[in-house]
């Protein structure tokens, strides 16, 4: 197969498709006004969805700090209001990651939209770590005052703590994507919402190596 | 021009170009029914964009670099979406009966088979040189150097044609 046999292959499907292919007019009028979404269009509901999800978290925490607010419900109070705060930041990630993703102009050249797009995509990971900070709390809120000086709380429930928070910190800083191919990683995070993040790796390679040559 | 005329010439355009439309898809998208998701959204994205369109550039150059973008996105997204949010019981860009019998028929389809086994950017390459695209609005469309691009396209014309060869044999 030479070269003007390819060319002469893919004009022969050209005229053809030339002679044979209908465009529905009425289809492309309900896409001008928007009546027709599609299923890729679909997918953000998913995205409002999180959200939601997120922010009516935040403000059921938000409740229950305001209803807490006495000395001897200062750990719930803190503990509370930490895991809010960690909450509102990972929300505003996660706006302002949508937002750029929005921004994303497809009239741009393919390696330009495609790398802007893969590695938006790949950073979802940063709004992930955040929340990962949030963990140590989890085990404070049923703390007490008076707790403070029972020797059980100090041998076990500090400890607990501490390890969680050695945790959360290990993960805030190794949560990256240098890290994302290594084997821990790949362990912890192998569910379908990682599928994305690893495919936007492997495709940022593959945009690389296009690139390059 | 007002939004009436403006979304008149949108239709001249999607129907002037129709096949190019139809061609990235079925490079992109070999099923039917993901194919028909992947042109409504082509068009859409075109639609978006289109009160943006700088005249100074070739209208081609755009129309390529949308429609391929959509595609190699569409085509990176994990394929188990949901159903459509208001499904098109019908395509928006249809090959007519009696087009399948053409005596190249078969070629065609290999070579659209070949194509498609591209990687992803490969494949945009590839389009566009088969629809004898200059080097230069090539370089324009993928964001790469015309050096690069004549490269590539040497390397990639090899694949296809040892492809072929191992059919012919």
Known sequence: ?213 | MDSQQQADRFLTVITEHKGLIYKVAHLYCYHDEDRKDLIQEIIFQLWRSFGNYNEQYKLSTWLYKISLNVAISYYRKDKSRGPAALPLTDDIINLLPGAEQDGTEQNIRLLQRFVNELPPLDRALMILYLEEKTHREMAEILGLTTTNIATKISRVKEKLKQKFSTINH
């Open chain 1, 1 to 213: 197969m030479e070269e003007m046999e390819l060319k002469s292959l893919w004009q022969a499907y050209d005229k053809k498709l030339e002679r044979t292919l209908a465009l529905n007019l009425h289809l492309v009028r309900e896409i001008q006004t928007q009546k027709a979404k599609s299923a890729i269009r679909s997918m953000r509901g998913i995205k409002v969805f999180t959200l939601l999800a997120g922010i009516l978290w935040v403000l059921v925490l938000g409740v229950l700090v305001f209803n807490s607010l006495q000395f001897e419900r200062i750990f719930l109070v803190v503990s509370a209001g930490m895991i809010m705060v960690f909450n509102i930041v990972a929300i505003a990630a996660y706006i302002r990651h949508l937002v750029l993703m929005s921004r994303i102009s497809n009239s741009e050249s393919v390696v330009q939209t495609q790398k802007q797009l893969a590695m938006l995509q790949a950073s979802t990971i940063s709004v992930t770590r955040i929340l990962f900070l949030q963990a140590p709390f989890y085990t404070t809120f049923w703390f007490t005052p008076a707790m403070l000086g029972n020797t059980w709380f100090w041998a076990v429930a500090v400890p607990v703590t501490a390890l969680f928070t050695f945790g959360a910190v290990w993960m805030y800083r190794n949560i990256t994507l240098k890290n994302a191919g290594k084997r821990w990683f790949r362990w912890l995070f192998s569910g379908k919402e990682w599928t994305p993040v690893e495919k936007a790796r492997a495709f940022l390679r593959e945009i690389d190596e296009f690139e390059r040559d």
